[in-house]
């Protein structure tokens, strides 16, 4: 059963996050007192993050221990929680050095397209290159997961 605190303690902590920005979105404020509340308001996002973390830790801890005592289907090994995490980071770096390719190759396509509709053929093949890296990053990871 849940305290009293653990049910509205977390709104008390959102509503005096979002506190600064109230003024900032009713058109109250001035540059520089804006800049001030936003950074207060992230300074104060980063502390609750933060206490989050260190309060949580011992509960996830006991709860960590209770279950790797309660399960005995699955036996993992170190080697195989780095291989996920690498098919992980393989996905996702892939994704985003697709995106940022995309960003700057589509608009680049779309000027060019605008120019002249000639060039449509050849924009797209540039656009298209930038998505095939998103696709080798996810067979990459498929390899690996594919090895566990």
């Keep these: ?18 506190l600064p ?8 404020v001035t540059a520089k007192n804006a ?4 950074l207060t308001q992230i300074s104060l996002f980063a502390a609750t993050f ?20 309660e399960t005995t289907g699955f036996n ?26 995309v960003a700057a190759a589509a608009p680049a ?6 120019e002249n509709t000639e060039n449509f053929g050849k924009a797209m093949i540039f656009v298209a290159l930038a998505e095939g890296v998103a696709i080798y990053g996810l067979l990459i990871s498929i390899l690996i997961i594919n090895k566990l």
């Design 1 to 18: 059963m849940l305290t009293m605190l653990e049910v509205f303690g977390p709104l008390v902590v959102i509503g005096l996050i979002s």
């Design 21 to 28: 920005i109230i003024p900032i979105m009713s058109g109250k």
């Design 35 to 38: 800049k001030y509340r936003v």
């Design 50 to 69: 933060i206490l989050v973390l260190v309060f949580q830790i011992n509960g996830v801890m006991a709860q960590a221990s209770e279950a790797v005592a």
């Design 76 to 101: 993992g090994s170190i080697a195989q929680g780095l291989g996920f995490i690498a098919a992980a980071v393989a996905t996702s770096a892939s994704a985003l050095g697709a995106g940022f390719a």
């Design 109 to 114: 396509a779309i000027g060019a397209i605008s």
